[in-house]
T-cell receptor, first 111, second 114 residues
């Protein structure tokens, strides 16, 4: 069964304390992996798309990497405003209707 | 990025009434929009795929008579929760894509049925 698992479920960091969020997947025929940020009571906000193993994308303090089994979202020197839930989603069919979402990692960054 | 607007952001309704949620793509034409439901600490669950000018495609287990979807134009899709019950209370999110499958999401609608 196709599955997307995110860990940890929740992560508390001090401001400036770098860490990584994990998204592992068991999907055959991966077409793409997406990272989203979701603030409470809001819809997800697109961050990155990764298509092939070895690919990396960066945006400000965030860096996403992809292997054949998992993706990492590295956050460097986080700030309180980075606090949010980070979702990953895997596309296995080339259509948005084939996105499988993980449950998310809730990140809290304390000043 | 593309902008998708969802309205209302919050709604409280009485049990047995119907509620309409609108999803608009503001700066692009979306031939396909998607409706999701999100429970606390759960994944986003796709409810249905909304195609302009045709009937929506519902995921298994989603009642099409309860969750009416209309995609009247290339920029507007609506989800109507009919005869709402407390168990329908949830966070509903729409999305649309410019380049499949990259998605842009609306702000979400928190529905509370009392």
């Amino acid at each position: 069964e196709d599955q997307v698992t995110q860990s940890p479920e929740a992560l508390r960091l001090q401001e400036g304390e770098s860490s990584s969020l994990n998204c592992s997947y068991t999907v055959s025929g991966l077409r793409g992996l997406f990272w989203y940020r979701q603030d409470p009571g809001k819809g997800p906000e697109f961050l990155f798309t990764l298509y092939s193993a070895g690919e990396e994308k960066e945006k400000e303090r965030l860096k996403a990497t992809l292997t054949k089994k998992e993706s990492f979202l590295h956050i460097t020197a986080p700030k309180p405003e980075d606090s949010a839930t980070y979702l990953c989603a895997v596309d296995y069919g080339g259509s948005q209707g084939n996105l499988i979402f993980g449950k998310g990692t809730k990140l809290s960054v304390k000043p | 990025g593309a902008v998708v607007s969802q309205h209302p952001s919050r709604v409280i309704c009485k049990s047995g009434t119907s509620v309409k949620i609108e999803c608009r793509s503001l700066d692009f034409q979306a031939t396909t929009m998607f409706w999701y439901r999100q429970f606390p600490k759960k994944s986003l669950m796709l409810m249905a795929t909304s195609n302009e000018g045709s009937k929506a495609t519902y995921e298994q287990g989603v009642e099409k008579d309860k969750f009416l979807i209309n995609h009247a134009s290339l920029t507007l899709s609506t989800l109507t929760v009919t005869s709402a019950h407390p168990e329908d209370s949830s966070f509903y999110i729409c999305s649309a894509s410019l380049r499949d499958p990259q998605a842009f999401f609306g702000q979400g609608t928190r529905l509370t049925v009392v």
